[in-house]
């Protein structure tokens, strides 16, 4: 249906023309759609409908050949990296038709990460009753960092990832949301065995802190969360997450402030954890998906995640994590979301193209 999709897509003109198999070896990689203005995420419908956030605060469908805009999103911060963000279509969507979003909201003069539940209606045009489940303490101005990728747990909770805000020593304050990974129950409220529920010197949402900017997110085939982060120069984290763990900045970071300047007190120090894999350099790093398709055998556990900076996608395999290759064609440019499509493909959007592309073997 999807593959369907796309070549009536093709069909209808709304498509720049194939690009053809990619310079990279072994690698297919198709054009779905395009002109998107800074398309941000992914969202995958049971009927093969396809939806596509745009930080601007437009929500796509597109359905079998057209491209549907839907009404009904609340009122959005647009506001440097702020916007329209994150789409999760829950396992039980079929049931609800209950989608959740991350943006920013406005707050005061400010702007916060925020998750809201809509409904779609019927036809897929509309939501509606769009409501504010969670949102981080009010208060910042600027654009920086808002995180934001949203996950459903094994168990139906969500988590949020959410960006320092460019307020380095909050994401050591556990009193404040900044620089953390949140976990909420599907009303927003912070399940009893949080690790810092009943402290009055904590949120009760963390679920891990000491982050600098988490912008993807990703369960492997063990249910266990991983997350890669924008860490300063040279610092750039992928973050196997545990409860209550504290992932270090600004205290420690394989990374240099942009001035150049050391930061924090080095690369380790006991109680804080050790990344996973970092950049050095930076790749920026936005969108992830972990490979448990059937299309790409030799890919199985991988870590796909998207470049907003190199203009590739960068492949890690491994334990421990290795990069192993970075696909870099022309239709790579500004990765900002990348997924396994329900067909095994891989699926990503490109800034720099403002397109969603399909990649399979071949
Ligand atoms: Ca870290």
Redesign the pocket.
Known sequence: MIRHAAACLLALGLLAPPQGASAQTGLSIAPVADGFDAPWAIGFLPDDSILVTERGGRLWRLDDGARHEIAGLGQIAVTGQGGLLDVLVPRDFPETRALFFTYAKPQGSGAGTAVARATLSDDGRALSGWQVIWEMEPGSAGGRHFGARLVEAPDGHLFVTIGERGDRPSAQDLSRQNGSVIRIARDGTPPADNPFQGRADAQPGIWSY??RNPQGAALDAQGRLWVVEH?ARGGD?V?LIEKGAN???PV??YGTHYSGARIGEGTSKPG??Q?AFYWDPSIAPSGMTIYTGALFPDWQGDFLIGSLKSDHIARLSGDPLREVQTISTPETARVRDIRQGPDGAIWFLSVGQGALYRMTPG
């Open positions: 000491g982050h860490g984290e973050n992932y270090g900045w420690i970071s804080m954890k990344p």
